[in-house]
């Protein structure tokens, strides 16, 4: 079974940057590709970024291109969102998830972390 944990979340000015992770615990991390979502209260849950199995494919959305890089380590299970210049309106909780192939559909992916609250400060 296939379980999703995020961490590096947490307060930050405006301007300045974070690494959030997400470990992977299961046997075939390598099968899928990895995405970081967000989700603002009273707002839907948005696509951020995604990276294929091998690392080597990325997305992201067009509001965070050139700020925000995802990376994995399949040797380790993880996944990266490094994330800079971050702004007030990217205060939101930010999930880690997984699916056989990328997608910017948040509804086509299964497998879910419980989420890692980022709060951007003005």
């Known amino acids: 079974q296939v379980q999703l944990v995020e961490s590096g979340g947490g307060l930050v000015q405006a301007g300045g940057s974070l690494r959030l992770s997400c470990t992977f615990s299961?046997?075939?991390?390598?099968?899928?590709?990895m995405g970081w979502f967000r989700q603002a209260p009273g707002k839907e849950r948005e696509f951020v970024a995604a990276?294929?199995?091998?690392?080597?494919?990325?997305y992201y959305a067009d509001s965070v291109k050139g700020r925000c890089t995802i990376s994995r380590d399949n040797t380790k299970k993880m996944v990266y969102l490094q994330m800079n210049s971050l702004k007030p309106e990217e205060t939101a909780v930010y999930y880690c998830?997984?699916?056989?192939?990328?997608?910017?559909?948040?509804?086509?992916?299964?497998?879910w972390g419980q989420g890692t609250q980022v709060t951007v400060s003005s």
């Open positions: 998830a997984a699916r056989t192939s990328a997608s910017i559909d948040a509804g086509r992916w299964g497998i």
């Open positions: 299961g046997l075939t991390f390598s099968s899928y590709a």
């Open positions: 990276v294929n199995w091998s690392g080597d494919i990325t």
